[in-house]
């Protein structure tokens, strides 16, 4: 008997939509409109990389200890350094990284003892070029400037 | 007929190519044919420092990269003998259930896909992205997490940690009922998966098959309980176990096991201590020669490390135990026989994943 309302007012079937049209809620969809709308990233997250700029002087944050090309599991940094004979300091000269062989581990953040390194939340970085992947001082200072495209 | 299966087939999650022996639709005799994706792992870690060989053991089960992590570290604490600090151990002990949730999310998804049910697939990355969001948020990486350190944590917890842990599994309870309405009783997914791929316990000790795999055939063997690691003996859980031996039992045994670490997550969220989250360890990490093997319960299975010290900056040998490679040997005795397409629910049920079979 009950088999038989069922199957006569179609209860299963609406049973079934009544799942699909909860789905429909604006709060149930996931989908991210990337690139739309950027996805919104935890604050740790370890994406590009970017060399601190002391706001106040204008000047490199880092003092160029080469901590960072000593904790980096595949040697992907190289810093170079010149020895300033009137401060005594240690003069940043240039500085690569190499993204095409990072993983993104944060070992190198983890031994900056200035934060002068550190992984962004930026992560458009990619590259026509192998090349293209090897940043610079100027690039890492300035940071990533994927182009916008427009239709 | 000789039939090749894969590398390219997506049923073998990766790049796993079997040689099948057919004779008609039964299979007569099958071979395993893996390294499409051996990178040298082990040789890496011998050219690598203690602590610049962390991220590398994320990459073998990408699917659970915080139990390797955690095996990983455990391994190089007791070469060291060092202990991380209690607060420590409980934040591991959660991030290593989370991320049993997460990896055993994917299986369910994938091999629920490879046998036709499209909506599990859904279902299951959906709840997963809410784990890997967790990730995100702590250590600010989703997959190749390097969540743990040598003596602790790197990151202190954040802010938003525990109302997110709480509302993950005060939700996933509710789906993961949801996911018992959608599978455990639907004919075909009973039909397909009861009675395929049996593999008896005594099989399972002399194949040294271990994980959901040898509870699915009745034998409560949870390195967890057997031999606790990083405090799990403080929690009360069940070692949940099936008889059945066959596929669909370790489809519920990983069910089971979803709501077993829900509770631990529950238990261990009310009781993080306050502390250091970090042991006392040297920067620059020189053991003195000898060797240590840990072994940990990963959503896999056993996964141990190996590792010999000569008292120098780098392991003179890195051995892993991986989970997937072992109990996927087991693959012939249980596909021989069978019909080709269960070869599929079989290797579904095994849950490899070919970053670690090949390494």
């Given at each position: 008997m009950l088999e038989t309302i069922k199957r006569i007012f179609l209860l299963d079937l609406l049973q079934g939509l009544w799942v699909t049209f909860k789905m429909q809620r604006t709060s149930n969809i996931t989908t991210e409109q990337y690139p739309k709308e950027l996805?919104?990233?935890?604050?740790?997250?370890?994406?590009?990389p970017r060399l601190n700029i002391n706001p106040d002087n204008g000047e490199t944050l880092c003092i160029g200890c080469d901590l960072c090309a000593k904790a980096c599991p595949e040697n992907l940094i190289v810093v170079g350094t010149h020895r300033n004979k009137e401060t005594r300091r240690l003069d940043l000269t240039y500085f690569t990284y190499d993204l095409s062989r990072c993983m993104f581990c944060g070992?190198?953040?983890?031994?900056?003892?200035?934060?002068a390194l550190e992984l962004t939340q930026d992560f458009e970085m990619a590259s026509y070029t192998r090349e293209g992947l090897i940043w610079d001082r100027q690039m890492l200072e300035e940071g990533p400037r994927p182009t916008k495209y427009t239709r | 007929m000789v039939l090749n299966m894969g590398p390219q087939h997506p049923s073998t999650h990766g790049v796993l190519r079997l040689v099948l022996k057919l004779d008609g639709e039964r299979v007569k005799a099958v071979?395993?044919?893996?390294?499409?994706?051996?990178?040298?792992?082990?040789?890496?870690g011998e050219n690598r420092t203690y602590i610049q060989f962390a991220p590398y053991v994320d990459r073998m089960d990408y699917i659970s990269a915080v139990s390797n992590g955690l095996g990983y570290c455990l391994a190089v604490e007791g070469l060291i003998g060092v202990e991380a600090p209690p607060r420590a151990q409980i934040v591991r002990v959660i991030f290593a259930e989370l991320n049993r949730i997460a990896s055993h999310l994917l299986w369910l998804g994938t091999s629920?896909?490879?046998l036709g049910a499209m909506t599990a697939l859904f279902y299951c990355l959906r709840e997963r992205e809410e784990v890997l969001k967790i990730f995100e948020n702590y250590c600010g990486a989703r997959l190749t997490t390097h969540a743990f350190r040598i003596g602790g944590l790197q990151y202190e917890l954040h802010d938003t940690f525990e109302a997110e842990t709480r509302a993950f599994s005060e939700m996933f309870k509710k789906r993961l009922d949801e996911y018992d309405q959608l599978l455990t009783n639907n004919p075909i997914w009973i039909e397909r998966l009861k009675g395929v791929g049996v593999l008896t316990a005594d099989e399972c000790k002399s194949w040294g098959v271990s994980g959901p795999m040898i509870r699915a055939a009745g034998l409560a063997w949870d390195l967890r309980?057997?031999?606790?690691?990083s405090g799990y003996d403080q929690f009360d859980f069940d070692i949940p176990t099936r008889q059945g031996a066959d596929s669909y039992d370790r489809y519920l045994v990983r069910i089971d096991e979803m709501r077993q670490s829900l509770r631990i997550i529950d238990?261990?969220?009310e009781k993080i201590p306050t502390g250091a989250i970090m042991a006392k360890v040297p920067k620059v990490l020189k053991p003195a020669p000898g060797e240590v093997y840990v072994s940990i319960e990963a959503p896999k299975g056993e996964l141990g490390y190996y590792i010999v010290s000569d008292g120098s900056l780098h392991p003179y040998r890195l051995r892993v135990r991986p989970p997937s490679f072992i109990n996927l040997a087991s693959l012939e005795k249980m596909a021989v026989g069978a019909l080709v397409a269960d070869v599929v629910a079989?290797?579904?049920?095994i849950d490899i994943v070919l970053g670690e079979v090949d390494r």
């Amino acid at each position: 008997m009950l088999e038989t309302i069922k199957r006569i007012f179609l209860l299963d079937l609406l049973q079934g939509l009544w799942v699909t049209f909860k789905m429909q809620r604006t709060s149930n969809i996931t989908t991210e409109q990337y690139p739309k709308e950027l996805p919104k990233i935890g604050e740790r997250y370890r994406g590009a990389p970017r060399l601190n700029i002391n706001p106040d002087n204008g000047e490199t944050l880092c003092i160029g200890c080469d901590l960072c090309a000593k904790a980096c599991p595949e040697n992907l940094i190289v810093v170079g350094t010149h020895r300033n004979k009137e401060t005594r300091r240690l003069d940043l000269t240039y500085f690569t990284y190499d993204l095409s062989r990072c993983m993104f581990c944060g070992l190198c953040e983890d031994a900056c003892p200035v934060d002068a390194l550190e992984l962004t939340q930026d992560f458009e970085m990619a590259s026509y070029t192998r090349e293209g992947l090897i940043w610079d001082r100027q690039m890492l200072e300035e940071g990533p400037r994927p182009t916008k495209y427009t239709r | 007929m000789v039939l090749n299966m894969g590398p390219q087939h997506p049923s073998t999650h990766g790049v796993l190519r079997l040689v099948l022996k057919l004779d008609g639709e039964r299979v007569k005799a099958v071979e395993c044919v893996i390294g499409y994706l051996h990178r040298g792992v082990e040789k890496i870690g011998e050219n690598r420092t203690y602590i610049q060989f962390a991220p590398y053991v994320d990459r073998m089960d990408y699917i659970s990269a915080v139990s390797n992590g955690l095996g990983y570290c455990l391994a190089v604490e007791g070469l060291i003998g060092v202990e991380a600090p209690p607060r420590a151990q409980i934040v591991r002990v959660i991030f290593a259930e989370l991320n049993r949730i997460a990896s055993h999310l994917l299986w369910l998804g994938t091999s629920a896909l490879d046998l036709g049910a499209m909506t599990a697939l859904f279902y299951c990355l959906r709840e997963r992205e809410e784990v890997l969001k967790i990730f995100e948020n702590y250590c600010g990486a989703r997959l190749t997490t390097h969540a743990f350190r040598i003596g602790g944590l790197q990151y202190e917890l954040h802010d938003t940690f525990e109302a997110e842990t709480r509302a993950f599994s005060e939700m996933f309870k509710k789906r993961l009922d949801e996911y018992d309405q959608l599978l455990t009783n639907n004919p075909i997914w009973i039909e397909r998966l009861k009675g395929v791929g049996v593999l008896t316990a005594d099989e399972c000790k002399s194949w040294g098959v271990s994980g959901p795999m040898i509870r699915a055939a009745g034998l409560a063997w949870d390195l967890r309980k057997a031999q606790p690691y990083s405090g799990y003996d403080q929690f009360d859980f069940d070692i949940p176990t099936r008889q059945g031996a066959d596929s669909y039992d370790r489809y519920l045994v990983r069910i089971d096991e979803m709501r077993q670490s829900l509770r631990i997550i529950d238990q261990a969220i009310e009781k993080i201590p306050t502390g250091a989250i970090m042991a006392k360890v040297p920067k620059v990490l020189k053991p003195a020669p000898g060797e240590v093997y840990v072994s940990i319960e990963a959503p896999k299975g056993e996964l141990g490390y190996y590792i010999v010290s000569d008292g120098s900056l780098h392991p003179y040998r890195l051995r892993v135990r991986p989970p997937s490679f072992i109990n996927l040997a087991s693959l012939e005795k249980m596909a021989v026989g069978a019909l080709v397409a269960d070869v599929v629910a079989i290797i579904g049920t095994i849950d490899i994943v070919l970053g670690e079979v090949d390494r």
